[in-house]
């Protein structure tokens, strides 16, 4: 997938605001849209951060279960539902992993999936050409 170019801060706030329209529209009940919409958005901004720590700007984050609920204040019931829900619609992908070595689990990890990353290469695509066009007229 080719999310591999930087995107400014400013970007990631439409980007959010693009995950809570489509979230939207998802065939679940109100309270679990706002909930799903929080996680979609804290995976996001996850990702984001760590797109600006890797060189190849990768898009993708490692927190536990425990550390998303705590952080979003979810029971992790709840966390293992909305992750359900993004997963089977195509917004994240999660991959368990495990080393090769010890066979213990380790945190997942989280990508974005095919309704994510249309919006976040929209974003890419859209700067590009509003830096493409400030530079010819200059």
């Known amino acids: 997938m080719g999310l591999d170019a930087a995107i400014t801060y ?6 959010q605001g693009l995950i809570r ?10 309270g679990r849209k706002i909930h799903c919409h929080e996680l979609a958005a ?3 901004f996850l990702m984001y951060k760590q797109s600006l720590k890797s060189k190849s700007f990768s898009w993708y984050c ?3 279960q425990r550390y998303l609920a705590a952080k979003i204040g979810y029971h992790p019931r709840t966390l293992r539902r909305d992750l359900k829900i993004l997963r089977e619609a195509k917004w994240i ?3 368990q992993r495990r ?11 989280y990508t974005p999936g095919r309704q994510l990353a249309a ?5 890419i695509t859209t700067r590009a050409k509003n830096l493409q066009s400030t530079t010819e007229k200059t």
């Not at 400013?10 to 980007?15: A, N, V, Y």
């Open 42 to 44: 804290h995976l996001t």
């Open 62 to 64: 490692t927190p536990s």
């Open 10 to 15: 400013q970007d990631l706030c439409k980007i």
């Open 21 to 30: 329209l489509r979230v939207s529209r998802l065939p679940i009940g109100p």
């Open 93 to 95: 992908s999660i991959k």
């Open 99 to 109: 080393p090769s070595d010890t066979g213990v689990l380790l945190t997942p990890l």
């Open 119 to 123: 919006i976040i290469m929209s974003s």
